[in-house]
């Protein structure tokens, strides 16, 4: 013992392994298996009262062998050190060094190969008594594996003399804490479409620098461990995308944990590593244990900002917004005359109107999910008194286009130049007008955009709705840039007036729908008041249009007159309740094709190892009627859902519905249409149909089931 | 409309480029478990749909791991087997380890292994291909599944709460098979539905 020290002194080296080979005690610092090497060493040679210390284990492991870090991952122990000593000395936690993976088939574990030592912090009392050699003993137990797993259990102890703190010696680099640092920079962890996505907000974190990521946790259960953790470039960083594990978090819940990086800088590569402790995001929903939900993935802002432009741009197409737009193009064709200038002037600002009606279509948004409503895309549609105001802002537009009043919506702005107030104006109205009817079509771009945005902080919610507004009105703007696509345009003429007037039918028709979308919401009551504001609204429009080439006191009569209607028209609107009652499940069971949905009887239905089609749909969905129209009644699929035994369950979300919201979070979507079909004795393995359908479509998803369940 | 059909023609072209990801297996509790056939250790066939209105315990084992050992040796396992037997419980033991691998045995030495160590599983299924430990996810060897008489799964995880290959460990751990039979006696949920699975990775062919 003594000649250990003199030896580590002569040597120079500050080699603080005491060998201990003396009778009184059996153990060395040392131990061997046939696959690990032990070795006890401390930071110091000689300890001293109140001495903060490091003792570490050491493990010589051979090639192809490994051990386990303080998660081991899918399978595997952890090492455990059990410390006694000869005097009350208190053991810390082991500061566990990285990690690394090891994968074997579809098992992914955390741990260590070739080398490890394992440092734990050891405080020395402040009455240790001098003169005295501290004994230390250390029982670790360890599971070593290569393809099969060996526990093996050790015993290793050190002889440490007690002097005064004055002559101890300096402390060695061979056992040393060598802690990982708090990341220092912004983390974040959002609930995404299949489990999590852990944001990693830092500058320095580039995805063309990254040449590997992976976050290890420190609890089994939260993360899948064995799914690729999938890497994406974000604006502030990179995002990592895990699948939530066995014993999932709950908002408010921190995942602990430690990220690892390799960064390529020229040829070398270094590592660098942070402890995190990121809480989920109380904005979003907990991951229950959900089906997994083959839905569209969003991978990163600049993924989601593309889809939502693209998607603004496809809703340019859709049944509510097309003629709006077409009403512009005319106008358009009108201004010919004007300049190039006066026209691109025209087209920022509908693109203002639109952007800006997006925006506060956002922030609604996000005030309404500050206050804790469960909402999604159309949620606007929910509330009945929304319904009917569209009804009639639909109503006046048809009117306006019938030649009834004129607006500066419509061609008022022939020959004008640029001073035109209504013009500009007009331009304006059109952008807000298309945003506003635009809402209920959820173009299927959208959907997956939107479901991402709905899950992210506020100012990436106003990005995306701003991309999708710049997507609705680009095409429009394009137009205006581009004069030779104007010259493809047809040559204005008596047709624009009979065009227009034609144009007037779909609004009427879009009104006609959302009053029928209130009676399904509230009745036949609701009707009767809507009917009576679109009449209101008439007999104002007509006013109006009598009162503008008259004197300036006729005028004012007709100014009174009409703002009584419009009053009138708004005082029925507030007559509906604001909370919608639900009629609409009720009243839609004419037919015996499909049964209300309830989570209780889909629970009921798949213990069954029943097969099950799921319809998530609402009354002022058009697509989702569209599909019920053209595919889901028609006979050659209702006939393979009654073959099958395929129970369809329709879920109705015309109003709000936070149970069905929360089916639609599971599956990544914040808004309807969502179909999903669970093959029989297959309820884990649900598959989502794409939100447009056909006959050929729902088939060739329900019928491959019926293979695949014979494979086993 | 007059141009419904644009514009269904545009949203196919848009639908076409959105496809649809497969979904991965995976089992979760309080829904149905997947249903196989696979052979047994006899020369028959085991079917999981034929044992509904009884509870089943799946244990996927391998008879070289240490943690399978710590647990048959002494006795802890065939004595859960012995209860299972009284309860009208069916145990299955299922050995996924592919040939060439540690725990990889033939249907006579299952039954020997078996014998030898006093083990009275109602059924032992050769799962070699790995197929029927990948439909369920099972990671390690011992993994515990327990499917209810309804054929839901009502467990997942690990034989008990100290993860360790020591058999003095085994008196102070919370067993979870007992405790899932007991709530399950009951009508009651069970406690601890998903645990920590421990013990060796299973020797899957891939």
Request: proline share 7%.
């Amino acid at each position: 013992m003594m000649m250990a020290a003199i030896a580590a002194r002569i040597c120079g080296c500050l080699m603080t392994v005491l060998c201990l080979s003396s009778a009184a005690w059996a153990t060395s610092y040392q131990a061997s298996t046939p696959q690990v090497k032990a070795s006890l060493v401390a930071s110091h040679a000689t300890v001293s009262p109140g001495l903060s210390m490091v003792l570490a284990v050491k493990l010589e492991i051979a090639p192809h062998w490994h051990t386990y870090w303080r998660n081991p991952g899918d399978s595997g122990t952890v090492t455990t050190i059990d410390w006694k000593f000869s005097q009350p000395v208190t053991a810390g936690e082991i500061a566990w060094p990285l990690p690394e993976r090891f994968r074997m088939g579809p098992i992914v574990n955390y741990g260590y190969a070739n080398q490890v030592t394992l440092p734990t912090p050891i405080s020395l009392p402040a009455d240790l008594a001098l003169g005295k050699r501290l004994h230390v003993e250390a029982v670790v137990d360890w599971l070593v594996c290569k393809e099969e797993c060996i526990p093996q259990q050790v015993t290793l102890a050190l002889d440490l003399p007690v002097v005064p703190a004055a002559q101890h010696t300096q402390p060695t680099t061979v056992a040393q804490l060598q802690p990982v640092p708090v990341a220092n920079f912004p983390v974040h962890l959002v609930k995404q479409a299949n489990g999590l996505q852990l944001l990693l907000d830092s500058p320095a974190l580039k995805q063309s620098v990254v040449e590997d990521v992976w976050f290890y946790p420190y609890e089994w259960g939260r993360i899948a461990q064995s799914q690729p953790q999938r890497l994406s470039q974000t604006e502030a960083g990179i995002a990592l995308a895990l699948t939530a594990g066995d014993q999932p978090l709950q908002t408010g819940q921190a995942l602990h944990g430690v990220l690892v990086v390799k960064r390529k800088q020229g040829q070398a590569t270094s590592v660098i590593a942070y402890t995190l402790s990121p809480k989920l995001s109380a904005a979003v929903k907990p991951l229950q244990p959900s089906p997994d939900s083959p839905a569209p993935e969003v991978e990163g802002l600049g993924w989601a900002l593309f889809l939502a432009f693209a998607g603004g741009l496809v809703l340019n197409l859709m049944p509510c917004v097309f003629p709006v737009l077409s009403m512009k193009a005319l106008s358009m064709i009108s201004h010919a005359q004007l300049t190039r200038r006066a026209l691109r002037t025209q087209g920022w600002i509908y693109t203002f109107g639109v952007v800006l009606s997006f925006v506060l279509l956002a922030l609604l948004l996000l005030a309404l999910k500050a206050g804790g409503a469960e909402i999604g895309w159309g949620f606007q549609f929910q509330s009945p008194w929304f319904v009917c105001l569209m009804a009639y802002v639909m109503f006046a537009v048809g009117l306006s286009l019938s030649g009834v009043f004129d607006i500066g919506v419509s061609v008022t702005g022939v020959g004008s130049d640029l001073a035109d107030q209504p013009g500009l104006w007009g331009s304006f109205f059109t952008g807000v007008l298309a945003t506003v009817v635009a809402t209920p079509c959820t173009a299927p771009f959208m959907a997956a955009a939107l479901g991402f945005a709905l899950t992210r902080p506020a100012p990436e919610l106003l990005l995306i709705f701003v991309s999708l507004g710049l997507g609705l009105a680009f095409p429009y703007l394009l137009l205006t840039y581009w004069p030779r696509l104007q010259r493809l345009l047809p040559k204005p003429g008596v047709w624009m007036e009979y065009t227009k007037q034609l144009f007037a039918f779909p609004m009427y028709g879009a009104s006609l729908w959302l009053v029928w979308v209130l009676a399904q919401q509230q009745g036949p009551l609701a009707v009767g008041l809507s009917l009576s504001g679109l009449l209101l609204i008439a007999f104002a429009a007509w006013v109006y249009a009598i009162s503008r080439a008259t004197t300036v006191t006729k005028r004012w009569l007709a100014t009174v007159t009409i703002s009584i209607a419009l009053l009138a028209a708004l005082w029925l609107v507030t007559r509906l309740s604001a909370a919608p009652t639900s009629t609409a499940a009720a009243s839609h069971t004419t037919t015996n094709t499909w049964q209300p949905y309830s989570a209780e009887k889909l629970q009921q239905l798949l213990a069954e190892g029943k097969p099950v089609f799921l319809n998530f749909t609402a009354a002022w969905c058009i697509s989702c009627l569209v599909n019920e129209k053209v595919a889901l009644s028609q006979p050659a699929v209702q006939q393979i859902f009654q073959q099958q035994g395929i129970t369809y369950l329709k879920g109705d979300w015309t109003n709000k519905d936070a149970a069905i919201t929360q089916v639609l979070t599971q599956f990544g979507r914040s808004g309807v249409p969502l179909y999903v079909f669970y093959p029989a004795g297959q309820p884990a393995q649900p598959v989502v149909l794409p939100q447009i359908l056909t006959p050929a479509i729902v088939l060739s998803h329900i019928q491959p089931s019926s293979s695949f369940h014979s494979s086993f | 409309m007059q141009i419904k059909q644009f514009f269904t023609c545009a949203l196919f072209i848009v639908m076409a480029s959105s496809v649809s990801l497969a979904a991965h297996a995976e089992v979760t509790i309080d829904q149905p478990a997947p249903v196989f056939t696979a052979n047994t250790a006899e020369g028959g066939k085991f079917n999981l749909e034929s044992l509904k209105g009884k509870t089943v315990v799946l244990e996927w084992t391998n008879h070289e791991c240490p943690f399978v050992k710590k647990h048959y040796e002494s006795g802890n396992i065939p004595q859960l087997q012995k209860e299972a037997l009284t309860k009208n419980i069916a145990w299955v033991q299922i050995i996924s380890s592919a040939p060439g691998k540690q725990g990889y045995v033939s249907g006579a030495e299952a039954i020997k292994l078996n014998d030898a160590r006093s083990a009275k599983p109602a059924y032992v299924v050769l799962d070699a291909d790995g197929k029927v430990g990948q439909m369920y996810g099972a990671q390690t060897s011992p993994h515990i599944f327990i499917v209810d008489a309804k054929g839901v799964l009502v467990y997942k995880g690990g034989i008990d709460d100290i993860a360790t290959a020591k058999k003095e460990d085994l008196v102070k751990a919370n067993n979870y098979v007992r405790e899932a039979w007991a709530a399950l006696a009951d009508g009651k949920k069970v406690p601890h539905a998903s645990t920590k699975p421990y013990g060796c990775s299973i020797k899957y062919a891939s």
